[in-house]
Nanobody, 119 residues
Framework: QVRLVESGGGLVQAGGSLTLSCAAS????????MAWYRQAPGKQRDMVAY???????NYADSVKGRFTISRDNAKNTVDLQMNSLQPEDTAVYYC?????????????WGQGTQVTVSS
C-alpha cells in the first residue's frame, strides 16, 4: 500500500509563489514516476507535471517556465515550485505516484491541497 501526503497549499496573491511538497510512504519502486495534477471547480483533473526516476520532466503548456517539479529519490518526496501564480492556477493540487510507459500513468493519489490565487 502506498500513502501520499501533500503539504504547502494556501492563499497567495497573483504574481506570488508557493511550493507544494509530497511525501510518499509504503512499497515504492525506484522506477516509479511521480506527478502533480490539479482540478479546478467544475473541471476535470489535469496533469501539471511529471518527473521520472532519473529526473526527466514534462510540463503542461500552461505552466511551462513558471512551475518546476523536482524529486528526492532517497526520501521519496516530490516538490512543485510554483512561480508567477495567476488566478487561473487556483485548484486543488494532487500528488500522484505511477508508472511511465511512453506516457505517465497514475496509480496512487494523495488527498489534495488547495491553492488559491487572488487577483
Amino acid at each position: 500500500q502506498v500513502r501520499l501526503v501533500e503539504s504547502g497549499g494556501g492563499l497567495v496573491q497573483a504574481g506570488g509563489s508557493l511550493t507544494l511538497s509530497c511525501a510518499a510512504s509504503g512499497t515504492i519502486y525506484t522506477t516509479d514516476a511521480m506527478a502533480w495534477y490539479r482540478q479546478a471547480p467544475g473541471k476535470q483533473r489535469d496533469m501539471v507535471a511529471y518527473i521520472r526516476q532519473r529526473g526527466y520532466t514534462n510540463y503542461a503548456d500552461s505552466v511551462k517556465g513558471r512551475f518546476t517539479i523536482s524529486r528526492d529519490n532517497a526520501k521519496n518526496t516530490v516538490d512543485l515550485q510554483m512561480n508567477s501564480l495567476q488566478p487561473e492556477d487556483t485548484a486543488v493540487y494532487y500528488c500522484s505516484l505511477g508508472n511511465y510507459y511512453s506516457d505517465y500513468y497514475p496509480g496512487y493519489w494523495g488527498q489534495g491541497t488547495q491553492v488559491t490565487v487572488s487577483s
